[in-house]
Nanobody, 126 residues
Framework: QVQLVESGGGSVEAAGSLRLSCAAS????????MGWFRQAPGKEREGVAT????????TYADSVKGRFTISQDNAKNTVYLQMNSLKPEDTAMYYC???????????????????WGQGTQVTVSS
């Protein structure tokens, strides 16, 4: 059974840090695009960061560049999102997603991803 399970969310003060994890099961993350998306109340879901696990290539939304880092651990079949210098506007539900195999999806578009986790809440207070 294909499954993505996010963890690591929580409440933090502005300027703090969190590391999100996305553990995959039922398939290998290698050779896929793995992405992190977020959705704040009343807003559309947006792509935050993506990584192509074959090459390590990454892309980031402008709003998180220099603050967030996406990484992978193929041995653990897990993708991470290190979030530093958090701001109140980073408050959202964060979702992990996986593309089909052999697909590089640098545009962080939802339609490029086939498998989704249930999300983990991140709340940043000022």
């Amino acid at each position: 059974q294909v499954q993505l399970v996010e963890s690591g969310g929580g409440s933090v003060e502005a300027a703090g840090s969190l590391r999100l994890s996305c553990a995959a099961s039922g398939f290998a993350i290698s050779g896929r695009s793995m992405g992190w998306f977020r959705q704040a109340p009343g807003k559309e879901r947006e792509g935050v960061a993506t990584i192509y696990t074959s090459s390590g290539d990454t892309t980031y939304a402008d709003s998180v560049k220099g603050r967030f880092t996406i990484s992978q651990d193929n041995a653990k079949n897990t993708v991470y999102l290190q979030m530093n210098s958090l701001k109140p506007e980073d408050t959202a539900m964060y979702y992990c997603a996986a593309s089909q195999s052999n697909t590089w999806a640098p545009g962080r578009r939802e339609r490029d991803y086939n498998y989704w986790g249930q999300g983990t809440q991140v709340t940043v207070s000022s």
